[in-house]
């Protein structure tokens, strides 16, 4: 079992929807949950970033950590044409542990 | 303020041949971390540098070897390549010990293996 699981998708959306991303971890010494952004052929760009569980909100941007089920989600409201891009969840135990542990991203579209 | 850079863009090679690519931190950022992504796959750790040591180390033989300068700068090696080495290669960092733990990517290097 990989230590953080995501559905790759692909998931096609309409412009304006609410957009729903979700990974599962099994590590449970996990304690920081980061989501990345990554366009094609690009580097990843850091969008949120959350401590244990709860919630985290930026903009259109919510970050929810479901620590009892090892759950964690990413939405998106009022999906634009510009969040078309391959979505990667991180988890890490913080501390000394520089290590990202990353699903392997979904790839979504939203088309206008 | 200069985020992460990488250099070179793209890069090709042979089999058995060795590459070197190099990481600027973000201004600020003492920690690199270095992470190969697969075609489809998520970034993997390979190590990352701190205070010029190697501080930590995922799952890559030693084939893969890197090095931290004063100015925290960082360079990737890999000798004897192999098909399965091409990749995106990025580099990200962080602020240092008790700091942020967000860690930001740089652009990356397409390396590409014949």
């Known amino acids: 079992q990989k230590e953080v699981e995501q559905d790759p998708g692909p998931l096609s959306v309409p412009e304006g929807a609410i957009v729903s991303l979700n990974c599962t971890y099994s590590?449970?010494?996990?304690?920081?949950f980061m989501w990345y952004r990554q366009y094609s052929r690009k580097g990843p760009e850091l969008l949120m970033y959350?401590?244990?569980?709860g919630n985290k909100e930026d903009g259109r941007f919510t970050a929810q950590v479901d620590k009892s089920s090892k759950y964690i989600s990413l939405f998106i409201r009022d999906s634009q044409p510009s969040d078309s891009a391959t979505y990667l969840c991180?988890?890490?135990?913080?501390?000394?542990?520089?290590?990202?542990?990353f699903g392997k991203g979904t790839l979504l579209t939203v088309n206008p | 303020d200069a985020g992460v850079t990488q250099s070179p863009t793209h890069l090709i090679k042979t089999r058995g041949q060795q590459v070197t690519l190099r990481c600027s931190p973000k201004?600020?950022?003492?920690?690199v971390s270095w992470y190969q992504q697969a075609l489809g796959q998520g970034p993997q750790f390979i190590f990352q540098?701190?205070?010029?040591?190697?501080?930590q180390r995922g799952n890559f033989p030693d084939r893969f070897s890197g090095h931290q300068f004063p100015n925290y700068s960082s360079e990737l090696n890999v000798n004897a390549l192999l098909l399965g080495d091409s990749a995106l290669y990025l580099c990200?960092?962080?602020?240092?010990?008790?700091?942020?733990?967000?860690?930001?990517f740089g652009p990356g290097t397409r390396l590409t293996v014949t």
């Open positions: 991180a988890g890490t135990s913080g501390g000394s542990n520089y290590k990202l542990t």
């Open positions: 201004s600020g950022h003492d920690t």
């Open positions: 959350t401590y244990s569980s």
């Open positions: 540098y701190y205070e010029e040591e190697e501080r």
């Open positions: 590590n449970s010494a996990f304690q920081y």
């Open positions: 990200a960092s962080r602020g240092g010990a008790g700091g942020p733990l967000e860690q930001y």
